[in-house]
């Protein structure tokens, strides 16, 4: 199982940046619950959002919430993370995970990991 994630990069504080994750075809993205987490220099990883295989409900970190929007497409096999009015605090690599499971990955446990994407927020 292979996840690819993009479009990280460096942002002014209050502008906005799309993420993609997205999965070989051998993989329906729309068959596991995904998830995308972050990881800030000398900090745990964190769970940052998810959207659940059986109806694409999302939900939110308290940090993020209301800023960040999560997406699929699955025609293209991709989920997306919209963030928006991007704080210096966003600043983290950003990985994208899937699972069977939406427990595991609330829990930060997914099976499936895909390379991180960084994200830097300064101006």
């Known amino acids: 199982v292979q996840l690819q994630a993009s479009g990280g990069g460096l942002v002014q504080p209050g502008g906005p940046l799309r993420l993609s994750c997205a999965a070989s075809?051998?993989?329906?993205?729309?068959?596991?619950?995904i998830g995308w987490f972050r990881q800030a220099p000398g900090k745990e990883r964190e769970w940052v959002s998810c959207i659940s295989s059986s109806d694409s409900s999302t939900d939110y970190a308290d940090s993020v919430k209301g800023r960040f929007t999560f997406s699929r497409d699955n025609a293209k096999n991709t989920v997306y993370l919209q963030m928006t009015s991007l704080k210096p605090e966003d600043t983290a690599v950003y990985y994208c995970a899937a699972d069977v499971s939406y427990n595991q990955i609330v829990l930060v446990k997914p099976n499936y990991w895909g390379q991180g994407t960084l994200v830097t927020v300064s101006s």
């Open positions: 075809r051998l993989f329906a993205l729309d068959h596991y619950a």
